[in-house]
């Protein structure tokens, strides 16, 4: 950046802004009230924040009023910074240590040029409140150099102030929508908890049901060993030639309970075959409402594509990681992916595949799908944890159909 003016400022002018001579013969920094009054308030407020002030306030026990205002405040600090009084000199030995770093490295330069070359450096790195003070106390700095830095700041507060109105704007638009989405997802888990209760429920029931089962198949069989004791018995002490009418009366007796038992053991069969898929059912709930919500918008479009030969399409050649799902539905999705010029890449979630190589096929994808109606529990938590620490997008699809693909996939559109 050019050092310019925007007027001439005439030489004796110049002369009386300038440090005042005692302080250059000596070579010393400045104080912060022996800086040009009009500095004072660019010094106060790029260099020192509220907080600090009101840790400064408290130690000089500046009288401030508790109702008063941030630029009130302000305002008291820039006015007492001019006088050689404690505040002043408490703000001026807080300064001197919070930018130590800064004042030595200025300390080494003794010209006016170096001073600005510098000053330009760090303003392009960013870092203005550190130099702006060693600047403006340092014993070579001229008025041009003074004046410039100065005016620089000023406009900088200004570019700020702008900034931070459209981002204040932009907040509040961003909150708008925040609040919606938490709202649509508070309905989504409200939804899925009550699913959640309400196959609870039935699990509970079936598995009393499956209880009452057990325990009247202990008492058929508790029944049966004692009717075949009882028959033991009876051969053991009976005659030959005795009737055997009682003999058959226990095998019938016997033969009924076991058909019995045939049937209570069908029964609970059935019933276990029911419990197995409410747990399943639970399962899908507990990974819909672990998921609902996290899974990341895909790009609307090609952004700043570099490639020499984009296909104009939305996937832009990114690798499209689809982990579990029917072997049915992985052809057309394989097409599907292919068609928006993605690349498709398929694990079956540790069937066939090693479940370790999981690892490393997530590291090399930009998208991992992941249908949680056919992916084990283990397989879907294993697979989030790794797309978060890898930073991959992650999209938990609530079914393993092609059309839920496809309605995920056509968002990029």
């Known amino acids: 950046m050019k050092q310019n003016s ?3 400022v005439p030489n004796a002018i110049i002369s009386k802004m300038n440090m005042p001579d005692e302080i250059k013969m000596k070579g010393r920094r400045l104080k912060l009230h022996e800086i040009k009054g009009h500095y004072h308030c660019s010094v106060v407020g790029t260099c020192l924040s509220l907080k600090e002030l009101e840790k400064i306030k408290r130690k000089a026990k500046v009288d401030i009023p508790p109702d008063s205002t941030e630029h009130e405040i302000h305002g008291i600090f820039v006015y007492l910074a001019g006088d050689d009084s404690i505040p002043s000199k408490l703000m001026t030995k807080y300064l001197d240590k919070k930018y130590a ?4 490295e200025f300390s080494k ?6 001073i600005w070359e510098k000053w330009e450096k760090e303003c392009e790195a960013g870092n203005i409140p550190g130099p702006y003070w060693a600047l403006m106390t340092h014993p070579c700095s001229s008025f041009k150099t003074l004046s410039d830095a100065f005016g ?11 900034s931070n109105r459209a981002d204040i704007k932009r907040v509040k638009k961003l909150e708008e929508e925040n609040d919606i989405l938490i709202a649509r997802l508070k309905s989504s888990k409200n939804i899925y908890s009550r699913k959640f209760k309400d196959t609870n429920k039935k699990y509970e029931l079936e598995s009393r049901k499956i209880d009452q089962l057990f325990a009247m198949l202990d008492d058929a069989e508790n029944e049966i060993s004692s009717l075949k004791e009882k028959l033991a018995k009876y051969e053991k002490n009976s005659p030959e030639s005795s009737d055997n ?3 058959k009366d226990f095998q019938a007796k016997i033969e009924a309970y076991r058909c019995e038992n045939l049937f209570m053991k069908d029964k609970i069969e059935g019933l276990e075959k029911d419990l197995k898929e409410v747990r399943g059912k639970n399962k899908l709930l507990e990974l819909m409402l672990t998921f609902d919500g996290e899974s990341e918008p895909l790009e609307s479009e090609c952004i700043n594509c570099s490639c020499s030969n984009c296909p104009g399409l939305n996937l832009c050649g990114k690798k499209v990681l689809y982990v579990g799902g029917r072997k049915k539905a992985v052809p057309k999705c394989r097409e599907i992916v292919e068609q928006k010029g993605g690349e498709f890449i398929h694990h079956d979630g540790g069937i066939e595949c090693s479940k370790k190589s999981i690892d490393n096929i997530v590291s090399s994808a930009d998208l991992v799908f992941c249908p949680v ?3 084990s529990h283990d397989a879907c938590l294993r697979l989030k944890k790794i797309c978060r620490k890898t930073d991959k997008s992650f999209i938990p ?6 059309s839920s693909f496809i309605r995920y996939i056509q968002e990029t559109n």
Request: overall charge positive.
């Open 6 to 8: 925007f007027f001439e």
């Open 101 to 104: 770093k800064d004042i030595k």
């Open 109 to 114: 330069l003794k010209k006016d040029k170096d």
């Open 152 to 162: 620089e700041v000023h406009m900088l507060s200004h570019m700020i102030g702008r």
């Open 245 to 247: 009418n009682l003999k």
């Open 373 to 375: 109606d056919c992916t």
């Open 397 to 402: 699809l609530r079914s393993s159909g092609v």
